[in-house]
RNA sequence: GGGCAGGUGGCCGAGCGGUCAAUGGCAUGGGACUGUAAAUCCCACGGGCGAGAGCCCUACAGUGGUUCAAAUCCACUCCUGCCCA
């Protein structure tokens, strides 16, 4: 075990606020090991960069040697948490619940020990709370303090629904922490409400707060929002390594410094060494797209992926790997014209005709590296198609 | 329980009897430019048929109605918000 600052500094490194560092001296110098709590919300059935970054600030305290809790709010789920929401959760039924986690806990795994991890179901106490105990719980809080919090103020005040079991959610969260005893709990900043909550239900209960560990908002894709499913703008940690290479490529040059510092272990004096070595931005975020691959696929991989990108989207050369579509006979008549909407539609390229059409009207389509304008051309082997800039198919007959 | 205002495309939001597959913004897709980008500019953005002009189908919470014609009017139902109890 490493010594009290040491570990402090450890445990606050990238973090966005903690709640707060002279409680948490405190406690670290009175118990060894801490008992640490994350909650996940299992709607989500991937784990994408910008959680993976709470995930590894999980990981950092089990290498410390803490004890850490792992709790699924499979309970809360049916709530839905409704931090930084402007409209209600739909509920998720038990079953879909259970099937995102199959896929989930793999994933968890790529970064965080499981074997030093207790997975818990909230839904083990939760469950079973008389209802006098939820009376009792949810008199220590009141509803002008719940209309404190931003998201349901903003709402209320713009006339926006706020069902009454959303208001549970931070109540809930609370009590798995008195459940648990937490002396630490991680999560991103905009738990922080829920912390807050948290800390005072505890004292309520005559327990010490816990210490919240807020961990920064890694933004998505596009630069401006947060990474989130729901907007399209992340980095799944379970994509393919050439896809996740691309994306991280495409995040804007000014999110580099802060894609470094927390999602890859490089120290920041590094990094600065980087800025001072190129002047291209994009050979940077080279290393950073190779350094990201290679935590989650391996070196090797993120080499692999390095070399392709390079080959197809700055050298526009054709990919190593061009997925092989079948084209039903059907398709290509007696003098070997082939109508390029329908093989779009009926190999599923397209969604619909329509979608195909435009394509080909934009000049979207290239066949063998050629734009081709027609929507008959006549078939030979190789027949490679180019849709958009970069997605590439080779149609073989069936 | 009473009164009022709403529910429109992935989202926001106009339209309030024909000229509506529905203005505009965002998002998305394609093109030009480029560093994969970004910024900027152009184009598209329900579906089917057609080389094309165009034609047809399905859509404006749901159901039923009025009308030659309905997102638009009426009735009922469901959902949301506000005011009064």
């Known amino acids: 075990m490493q010594n009290t600052k040491e570990q402090i500094l450890k445990i606050i490194e990238n973090t966005e606020e903690v709640i707060n560092v002279e409680e948490l001296e405190k406690k ?47 309970f809360t789920a049916l709530i839905g948490d409704p931090s930084g929401k402007n409209k209600t959760r739909p509920m998720l039924t038990k079953e879909q619940i259970q099937q995102n986690l199959q896929t989930y806990i793999p994933q968890l795994g790529k970064i965080i020990d499981l074997s030093k991890t ?67 709990e991680l999560g991103g900043i905009d738990q922080k409400f829920n912390f807050l909550v948290t800390r005072y239900i505890q004292e309520k209960y005559n327990q010490e707060p816990e210490i919240a560990v807020m961990m920064p908002i890694l933004e998505g894709i596009d630069g ?37 510092s927390l999602c890859t272990s490089i120290p920041s004096e590094n990094v600065e060494k980087l ?27 993120a080499n692999e992926s390095y070399d392709e990108f390079i080959n197809v989207y700055s050298k526009r050369e054709l990919p190593s790997n061009i997925p092989l579509i079948k084209l039903p006979n059907s398709l290509i008549d007696n003098d070997n014209n082939i109508n390029i909407i329908d093989a779009l539609y009926l190999t599923g390229l397209a969604e619909s005709k329509a979608e195909a059409k435009r394509l080909l009207s934009h000049g979207g389509i290239y066949l063998n590296g050629n734009k081709i304008t027609n929507k008959i051309v006549k078939y030979s082997e190789p027949f490679i198609l180019r849709l958009g800039k970069f997605n590439y198919y080779s149609l073989i007959k069936e």
Do not use: C
């Open 275 to 301: 800025f001072s070595l190129y002047n291209n931005p994009k050979d940077i975020k080279l290393i950073l797209a190779k350094e990201i691959v290679s935590i989650y696929h391996g070196e090797n991989k």
């Open 118 to 184: 207790k997975i818990v179901y909230n839904s083990e106490w939760l469950s079973k709370m008389k209802p006098e105990e939820i009376v009792k719980l949810t008199s220590q809080y009141t509803l002008a303090q719940m209309l404190e919090r931003e998201d349901f103020k903003n709402r209320y005040k713009s006339n926006e629904p706020i069902s009454l079991h959303e208001l549970l959610y931070p109540l809930f969260q609370a009590y798995d922490s008195v459940h648990l005893k937490a002396d630490i």
């Open 28 to 74: 670290l110098t009175k118990k060894e090991k801490l008992t640490v709590k994350l909650g996940i919300d299992p709607t989500a059935n991937s784990i994408h960069l910008g959680f993976a970054v709470v995930l590894r600030k999980f990981r950092l305290l089990q290498d410390l040697g803490h004890e850490t809790f792992l709790i699924l709010g499979d």
């Open 224 to 260: 401006i929002n947060k990474m989130s499913k729901s907007l399209n703008n992340f980095i799944g940690i379970d994509e393919k390594p050439l896809d996740m290479f691309v994306k991280i490529m495409s995040i804007p040059d000014n999110l580099i410094k802060r894609y470094f």
